[in-house]
């Protein structure tokens, strides 16, 4: 590997969040296309099926994360379970906060139709979501957002861009309406804010 594929791994791997190829190039002080051949470089040298360690593309940068095979072992060493499932409260809530972020979590129980506190506090915990905030409503409520290890974990690999339309769910058309005018309800009371 050359000098620069070198670095571009070291700083990769000390990164606590994904880089882009232009910070990577800020960093390295190398030409972006350059950069991008060491990425291609090193993404051949970890790849599933070579090593424990998986470059891959994610939330608009690179970052390393465990390969399949050792996910389960790196989970037991941060005391996390691999297969922790979320309750449909917290897919619900995250949910939300992915397609509307930053949200409050009084507008989140609006639009769920029930109280938001414990699945708010449960994607806390789990760190797929963060505060991002206050709003500017009466109260000044605090206002949520995804994580880079909710995009991580989902693989979304350009951020939040990458989430599905809402009309891409296969949802029947009295469930595609309900939630349509919950959004809209949102949308024009942030509008109004705005």
């Given at each position: 590997?050359?000098e620069?594929?070198?670095t571009?791994?070291?700083?990769?791997?000390?990164?606590?969040e994904?880089?882009?190829v232009?910070?990577?190039?800020?960093?390295a002080e190398?030409?972006?296309?350059?950069v991008?051949?060491?990425l291609?470089?090193?993404?051949d040298?970890?790849c599933?099926?070579?090593?424990?360690?998986?470059?891959?593309?994610?939330?608009?940068?690179?970052?390393?994360?465990a390969?399949?095979?050792?996910?389960?072992a790196c989970a037991?060493?941060?005391?996390r379970?691999s297969?922790?499932?979320?309750?449909?409260?917290?897919?619900?809530?995250?949910?939300?906060?992915?397609?509307?972020?930053?949200?409050?979590r009084?507008?989140?129980?609006?639009i769920?139709?029930?109280?938001?506190?414990?699945?708010?506090?449960?994607?806390?915990?789990?760190?797929?979501?963060?505060?991002?905030?206050?709003?500017?409503?009466?109260?000044?409520?605090v206002?949520?957002?995804?994580?880079?290890?909710?995009?991580?974990?989902?693989?979304?690999?350009?951020?939040?861009?990458?989430?599905?339309?809402?009309?891409?769910?296969?949802?029947?058309?009295?469930?595609?309406?309900?939630?349509?005018?919950?959004?809209?309800?949102?949308?024009d009371?942030?509008?109004?804010?705005?």
């Amino acid at each position: 590997m050359s000098e620069l594929t070198h670095t571009v791994e070291a700083l990769l791997f000390v990164a606590s969040e994904p880089l882009s190829v232009a910070e990577l190039a800020t960093l390295a002080e190398a030409p972006p296309a350059r950069v991008e051949r060491a990425l291609d470089a090193l993404r051949d040298h970890y790849c599933e099926e070579r090593s424990g360690v998986v470059l891959e593309r994610v939330a608009g940068g690179y970052g390393f994360r465990a390969s399949r095979e050792t996910a389960a072992a790196c989970a037991r060493l941060v005391n996390r379970p691999s297969s922790r499932a979320l309750s449909q409260a917290a897919l619900e809530t995250l949910a939300i906060v992915a397609y509307l972020g930053p949200v409050s979590r009084p507008e989140i129980a609006r639009i769920r139709g029930v109280a938001a506190d414990s699945a708010v506090a449960g994607l806390l915990e789990r760190a797929l979501i963060e505060e991002s905030g206050r709003g500017d409503t009466p109260g000044q409520p605090v206002l949520y957002k995804t994580t880079v290890l909710f995009e991580r974990m989902f693989g979304l690999e350009e951020g939040l861009g990458s989430l599905p339309s809402l009309a891409e769910f296969d949802l029947p058309e009295a469930d595609h309406e309900a939630l349509r005018a919950r959004l809209h309800l949102v949308a024009d009371a942030r509008a109004g804010q705005g």
